[in-house]
């Protein structure tokens, strides 16, 4: 079962990305490691049981924290998008 997409477009530009992807208080390599996986599979998205078996995780929930920090670091850093 795949995850829902919102369509609400993201107001990060391609200089903002880059700036946040070689940030390591933004992305720290655990969330690298997500990305460079999820960037694999097809449409770059994947369940987090699909995740769980490739990166050898307990459990998927992980990815639901880790993610969930993720976004608040990226939100620190560009509280406008």
């Given at each position: ?13 391609e ?5 946040m ?7 720290r ?6 990305i460079r ?5 097809p ?9 769980t ?17 993720l ?8 509280p406008?998008?």
């Amino acid at each position: 079962m795949r995850m829902k997409m919102y369509g609400k477009p993201l107001t990060i530009s391609e200089n903002q990305w880059l700036s946040m992807l070689n940030d390591r208080s933004v992305f720290r390599e655990e969330d690298m490691e997500l990305i460079r996986t999820l960037y694999y599979f097809p449409d770059y998205g994947s369940s987090g049981k699909e995740l769980t078996g490739v990166l050898n995780k307990a459990s998927h929930s992980l990815f639901n924290v880790q993610i969930g920090r993720l976004g608040k670091r990226i939100v620190r850093k560009y509280p406008d998008v």
